[in-house]
């Protein structure tokens, strides 16, 4: 028997993104990518890692955000690099996703949620990815749609899935 079913709570859906509490660096070199800079924060974090003066490089974003800057970087990697990234979902996912096409394994990428609630949603209906709060549902801002926000994430597109809430009205016109 599991501890979740010892514990009476459902185990977490697979398709909901996972964050690392603190990750398990195996030494070397490791980059940090902070959605807002926070020179103690990444100071207590090296410390708590056990690394060594000079193993955490903290990655300045330059004038073309974060983004460039970390491709840029990633070119210049040396094999064993581990990729700290530090922000809210909005922050932490397309960050993700350009490590993993420029080639870092899932392994070398370590996710550490922090900051607001902001996530990104995905209306199926339109195909448009838009910046949202917490709720659970939405107006998609490109089409009208009433969207639920469901409890699925898509890692590929950094988002949540947005689906009509209500199919006979929806765009949350009112009733007669």
């Given at each position: 028997?599991t501890?979740?079913?010892?514990?009476g709570?459902a185990?977490?859906?697979?398709?909901?993104?996972r964050?690392d509490?603190l990750?398990?660096l195996?030494?070397?070199?490791?980059l940090?990518?902070?959605?807002?800079?926070?020179a103690d924060?990444a100071h207590?974090?090296a410390?708590?890692?056990?690394?060594?003066?000079?193993?955490?490089?903290?990655?300045?974003?330059?004038?073309?955000?974060p983004?460039?800057?970390?491709?840029?970087?990633?070119?210049s990697?040396?094999?064993?690099?581990?990729?700290?990234?530090?922000?809210?979902?909005?922050?932490?996912?397309?960050?993700?996703?350009?490590a993993?096409?420029?080639?870092?394994?899932p392994?070398?990428?370590?996710?550490?949620?922090r900051?607001?609630d902001?996530?990104?949603?995905y209306?199926?209906?339109?195909?448009t990815?838009?910046?949202t709060?917490?709720?659970?549902?939405h107006?998609?801002?490109?089409?009208?749609?009433?969207?639920?926000?469901?409890?699925?994430?898509?890692?590929?597109?950094g988002?949540?899935?947005?689906?009509?809430?209500?199919?006979?009205?929806?765009?949350?016109?009112?009733?007669?």
């Open positions: 028997m501890d979740t079913a010892l514990s709570s185990p977490p859906l697979p398709s909901l993104p964050y509490a990750p398990r195996a030494g070397g070199h490791a940090l990518v902070m959605q807002r800079a926070d924060y207590a974090l410390s708590r890692l056990g690394l060594a003066p000079g193993e955490l490089e903290l990655l300045a974003s330059g004038p073309q955000g983004q460039r800057a970390l491709l840029e970087r990633l070119d990697a040396s094999v064993g690099l581990q990729l700290l990234l530090c922000g809210d979902e909005a922050f932490l996912w397309p960050l993700h996703a350009l993993r096409q420029a080639g870092l394994r392994d070398e990428i370590h996710l550490l949620r900051g607001e902001t996530r990104t949603l209306c199926v209906h339109c195909g990815l838009q910046g709060g917490s709720g659970d549902r107006d998609c801002q490109h089409c009208g749609v009433h969207l639920e926000v469901r409890r699925h994430f898509s890692q590929r597109l988002a949540y899935l947005g689906v009509c809430a209500d199919a006979d009205q929806p765009y949350a016109e009112a009733r007669p």
